[in-house]
């Protein structure tokens, strides 16, 4: 596994590279993220969404605790990731159809965990590919092809491999378009590649990432 390691660093010094290179800003505190979480989720729903008053207050709590989570510490994930699915079970009995809602509630709600299997399955991908059509920002689809791929390769049924194959390569190109935004904070970049890394763990689906990142950073100026 040594030269995953190795190569996992390489990477996430590409994907950190445009964003420290073409600045010398500071670490983005606390803050600082939580306001581009919030912009990119509330902000974004609040100009692509799926909106209407019978679950805007919901959707929008949820993705405000959402939001809150990328910062939280381990005492307050368990808290949020509870109001996240109760926010998005409510959203979702009212008839929300926002796909980026539809994520939160298959990765969050109590009652979509009790799910079977294939059932889980089917949410995240529904949730995935509609989140993929929509103009939500790059990181968001990012974050729901991963997932939806995780899971759907979880059995290792190898019949699913043209999704999970679909999944990955769109989770791809995702995380490229969104290290090219100069918002984008170092923090949420490790993060991202993190998630990256761990989907191609145990394959080497990584050589091409690496290929595909390298490729389109190399381009950028500076």
Sequence with gaps: ?????????IVLLLLLWPLSSCSHKPPATRLDREKWNRATLNGAYDAVGSRNPK????????LTHFAETRTASDNEQETL???IGYDTDNATDAGC?????????ARFSTAARAKTLAERQGLFMDAADKLQGSSYPPIRKFYANVDAAEILWQPRNTNRW???SRL???SVWNLVQAVQEKSFPEAEAYDAAEALFQMFAHNAGITNAYNQIESELSRQPG
Excluded: C, F, Q, T
Excluded at 1 to 9: A, C, D, I, P
Excluded at 97 to 105: G, K, T
């Design 1 to 9: 596994m040594k030269w995953l390691h190795r190569g996992s660093l």
């Design 55 to 62: 679950w805007d207050k919901d959707a929008e709590d949820a």
């Design 81 to 83: 990731s509870d109001l």
């Design 97 to 105: 159809d926002d796909p980026m809602i539809r994520y939160l509630h």
């Design 162 to 164: 043209p999704d999970v």
């Design 168 to 170: 990955r390569d769109n």
